[in-house]
T-cell receptor
Framework: IAGITQAPTSQILAAGRRMTLRCTQD?????MYWYRQDLGLGLRLIHY???????GKGEVPDGYSVSRANTDDFPLTLASAVPSQTSVYFC???????????FGNGTRLTVT | GQNIDQPTEMTATEGAIVQINCTYQ??????LFWYQQHAGEAPTFLSY??LDGLEEKGRFSSFLSRSKGYSYLLLKELQMKDSASYLC??????????WGAGTKLIIKP
């Protein structure tokens, strides 16, 4: 089934540790995005990539980094996790910038 | 600043009709999206409005008034499976999506 796969599904992480959230899509979409979703707040964009080889900062990029070496993969790295990064992280893709988004099932991350 | 307002929670009865409102104040406007999100799951795309008026898609309709900065999602013949959060998102002049916090819809038998 075509779509977006995120891993892990959930993770408990000690503060200060490094963590990479994985995201892979098989729809050959050009644009990919990382959002975080926190209770009572709208989805907030962390980083995005309009095409392989390019990335950009979203609304809340601090503490996070991304890479886009190819069309399919868009990993999100937390270099040194802090408790405020406890959230549900969604990866999304779209055929082109501005098209409706397809979301992965999310990664629930708890930083202790 | 940019802002999307939606009611936090609404309750409706199975078989009835419910209207979920969304008002927005953004830097420019390049379309409005509605997404459905069941608890613990990913958001899924429902509808897109860029011109004023009503877009109908089965039991779901979405309306837009750009002059009023207002949209609503209308759900007819409610079913228990419609219990979910409904997210409103506006694309601004920079083509960035601004998201509302979502409206949790509870359907009662």
């Amino acid at each position: 089934i075509a779509g977006i796969t995120q891993a892990p599904t959930s993770q408990i992480l000690a503060a200060g540790r490094r963590m990479t959230l994985r995201c892979t899509q098989d729809m050959r979409h050009n644009a990919m995005y990382w959002y975080r979703q926190d209770l009572g707040l709208g989805l907030r964009l962390i980083h995005y990539s309009n095409t392989a080889g390019t990335t950009g900062k979203g609304e809340v990029p601090d503490g996070y980094s991304v890479s886009r070496a190819n069309t399919d993969d868009f990993p999100l790295t937390l270099a040194s996790a802090v408790p405020s990064q406890t959230s549900v992280y969604f990866c999304a893709s779209s055929p082109k910038e501005g098209s409706p988004l397809h979301f992965g099932n999310g990664t629930r991350l708890t930083v202790t | 600043g940019q802002n999307i307002d939606q009611p936090t929670e609404m309750t409706a009865t199975e078989g009835a009709i419910v209207q979920i409102n969304c008002t927005y104040q953004t830097s420019g406007f390049n379309g409005l999206f509605w997404y459905q999100q069941h608890a613990g799951e990913a958001p899924t795309f429902l509808s897109y409005n860029v011109l004023d008026g009503l877009e109908e898609k089965g039991r779901f309709s979405s309306f837009l008034s750009r002059s009023k900065g207002y949209s609503y999602l209308l759900l007819k013949e409610l079913q228990m499976k419609d219990s979910a959060s409904y997210l409103c998102a506006v694309r601004d002049s920079n083509y960035q999506l601004i998201w509302g916090a979502g409206t949790k819809l509870i359907i009662k038998p």
